[in-house]
C-alpha cells in the first residue's frame, strides 16, 4: 500500500515562499511519477507541475512557470514543491499524487494517478 502525505503548507505573504514535502511510504517514490496539484474553493483541480519516472521529463504549468519547481530526494522517500514569488491567486489546496510509469512521461490529468495525498493548505495574502 503506497501512502503519501504532504506537508509544509501554512499562511505567506505574496511575493514570499514555501517548500511543500510529500513523503512516499510503502514504495520507493523513485519507482513513481509524480506530480503535485491543487484545488481553490469554487475551482476544478489543476495541474501545478509534475515530473516523470527517473526525472527525464517534467512540466510546469503556465501559471507557475519559472516560480514553481518539482524535485524529489529518493533516499528520504520525499517529493518536493518549491514554490517562489507566491501570489495571491497561487491560494489552494495542494496535492501530491503519483502514478507508475517507467516510460519517461510525465501525466497532467489527475485521471491519470493513482496515490493522492490528503492535501495541504497554501494561504497567499495580499
Known amino acids: 500500500q503506497v501512502r503519501l502525505e504532504e506537508s509544509g503548507g501554512g499562511l505567506v505573504q505574496a511575493g514570499g515562499s514555501l517548500r511543500l514535502s510529500c513523503a512516499v511510504s510503502?514504495?520507493?517514490?523513485?519507482?513513481?511519477?509524480m506530480g503535485w496539484f491543487r484545488q481553490a474553493p469554487g475551482k476544478e483541480r489543476e495541474i501545478v507541475v509534475a515530473?516523470?519516472?527517473?526525472?527525464?521529463?517534467?512540466y510546469s504549468a503556465d501559471s507557475v512557470k519559472d516560480r514553481f519547481t518539482i524535485s524529489r530526494d529518493n533516499a528520504k522517500n520525499t517529493v518536493y514543491l518549491q514554490m517562489n514569488s507566491l501570489k495571491p491567486d497561487d491560494t489552494a489546496v495542494y496535492y501530491c499524487?503519483?502514478?507508475?510509469?517507467?516510460?519517461?512521461?510525465?501525466?497532467?490529468?489527475?485521471?491519470?494517478?493513482?496515490?493522492w495525498g490528503q492535501g495541504t493548505q497554501v494561504t497567499v495574502s495580499s
Open positions: 515530473t516523470s519516472w527517473g526525472d527525464s521529463a517534467q
Open positions: 499524487a503519483a502514478r507508475q510509469d517507467f516510460s519517461g512521461r510525465y501525466a497532467i490529468s489527475w485521471e491519470e494517478y493513482i496515490y
Open positions: 510503502g514504495r520507493p517514490n523513485s519507482n513513481y511519477a
